[in-house]
C-alpha cells in the first residue's frame, strides 16, 4: 500500500505541474510551443519522482498530502519558468 501512495503522490504533482503549464499557455494569449510545454512536462515529471523520494520517508499518505504535491507540482513548474525567463531574457 505504500507503494500505491507513493504513485499517487508522483502523479498527483506531475499533474500539479502540467495543469500549471497549460494555465500558463492559455495565460499568455501566444501560439502553443511545444518546445517550452515539452520542458514543463519533463519538469513536472522530475518534481514528481523528487516529492515521491520524499515522500518515501513520510509515516503516511492522506489526501492533504495529495493536495500539497498538486501545488508543489505547480510550484516547481512556474519557479522554473520564471528562473529561466531571468536567466535566458531576450534584450
Avoid: P, Q
Avoid at 499517487?8 to 502540467?18: D, K, N, P, Q, S
Avoid at 518546445?35 to 514543463?40: C, V
Avoid at 523520494?53 to 500539497?68: E, N
Wanted: overall charge neutral; proline content about 0%.
Amino acid at each position: 500500500m505504500e507503494d500505491l501512495g507513493l504513485i499517487y503522490i508522483a502523479l498527483a504533482t506531475f499533474c500539479g505541474g502540467v495543469i500549471s503549464a497549460i494555465l500558463g499557455f492559455l495565460d499568455s494569449h501566444e501560439s502553443f510551443d511545444t518546445r517550452k510545454f515539452g520542458k514543463s512536462i519533463i519538469t513536472a515529471f522530475v518534481a514528481g519522482l523528487l516529492f515521491a523520494l520524499g515522500y518515501s520517508f513520510a509515516d503516511g499518505i492522506g489526501v492533504k498530502d495529495i493536495i500539497i504535491a498538486i501545488l508543489g507540482g505547480a510550484g516547481c513548474d512556474s519557479i522554473t519558468n520564471r528562473s529561466l525567463g531571468v536567466i535566458f531574457k531576450k534584450k
